[in-house]
């Protein structure tokens, strides 16, 4: 890659920096951990795998790297891209065969959208394959702009305020997933693609519907980003400064207990008697 320019080396700073800042807020990784990186081809967990190499190295704590492929069968998936590439920096690595391509296209009808099924099968074959391996953490590429758009999906098309969390253990227990991108924006993430030039596989299932929610929602946050530069940041923000008693889940805040503390000291000043 030759020597990196000055902002080029602000750029990987910054990504390794906010990873780190991340891992470390959410305990993410911790002494003897085997972490299995899951990559889809893309240039979120090509990231994600260059960033945790170099955590590895300077990290005070020793932990395993593996990294994971599932091969959809996806007709034209060129299978021999990442292991080439997982070989060339020396990295442990299993490919997953499993034929979910079929599935999906088979319960899914023409022109419907494909994401839905296709993450939960291939999420179930990741979780299982963790266990296997003996694996105490999954880390996936999930970064800043997705958790922030899966909020307003969740918004918009769920009637729930939910996103998705930098750590998380799942239904069963047996998992916890990492998300070590967490605090890192997907634009800093597509020029680091490019500075490194990594070998991005496309996804022929999904990757070409137009008119997903996903979609659509990407587009608004980039409208509002072009806008109000920093808008994004301060709304990832707001998911990390969460007030129950100031929504209406009453689960979340016991709203029918309130009452009025008769010892209680005012807080207003009786400014006629000043």
């Given at each position: ?94 490919i997953i065969e499993k034929d979910t391509y079929s599935v999906v296209k088979e319960k899914i009808p023409e022109g419907k959208t494909t994401c839905s099924l296709c993450s939960r099968l291939r999420r179930g074959t ?21 958790i922030v758009e899966t909020f307003f999906l969740n918004l918009f098309y769920g009637g729930t305020l939910k996103a998705m969390p930098p750590k998380l253990l799942s239904d069963d227990g047996r998992n916890v997933v ?97």
């Amino acid at each position: 890659m030759g020597t990196l320019s000055v902002n080029q080396n602000k750029l990987q700073k910054r990504l390794r920096r906010l990873a780190g800042e991340a891992v470390t807020d959410f305990n993410m990784i911790e002494e003897g951990d085997k972490v299995m990186v899951c990559l889809s081809g893309g240039k979120d967990s090509y990231t994600m795998l260059d960033v945790l190499l170099y955590l590895q190295k300077v990290a005070p704590i020793r932990f395993e790297i593996v990294a994971v492929n599932m091969d959809q069968k996806q007709p034209g998936f060129p299978e021999d891209v990442l292991p080439a590439y997982l070989k060339s920096i020396g990295v442990e690595y299993h490919i997953i065969e499993k034929d979910t391509y079929s599935v999906v296209k088979e319960k899914i009808p023409e022109g419907k959208t494909t994401c839905s099924l296709c993450s939960r099968l291939r999420r179930g074959t990741l979780y299982t394959f963790a266990d296997q391996i003996g694996a105490t953490k999954m880390a996936l590429g999930h970064h800043r702009d997705d958790i922030v758009e899966t909020f307003f999906l969740n918004l918009f098309y769920g009637g729930t305020l939910k996103a998705m969390p930098p750590k998380l253990l799942s239904d069963d227990g047996r998992n916890v997933v990492i998300r070590p991108l967490a605090y890192c924006s997907e634009t800093d993430i597509e020029a680091y693609a490019r500075l490194k030039e990594f070998p991005i596989i496309p996804c022929n299932l999904c990757g070409s519907q137009e008119n997903l929610q996903r979609q659509v929602v990407k587009e608004m946050l980039r409208d509002w980003e072009r806008q109000s530069p920093g808008r994004t940041e301060i709304m990832f923000r707001a998911l990390q400064n969460v007030h129950p008693s100031q929504l209406a889940d009453r689960k979340l805040f016991d709203f029918a207990g309130l009452r009025i503390d008769d010892e209680a000291t005012p807080r207003f000043v009786d400014v006629m008697s000043l």
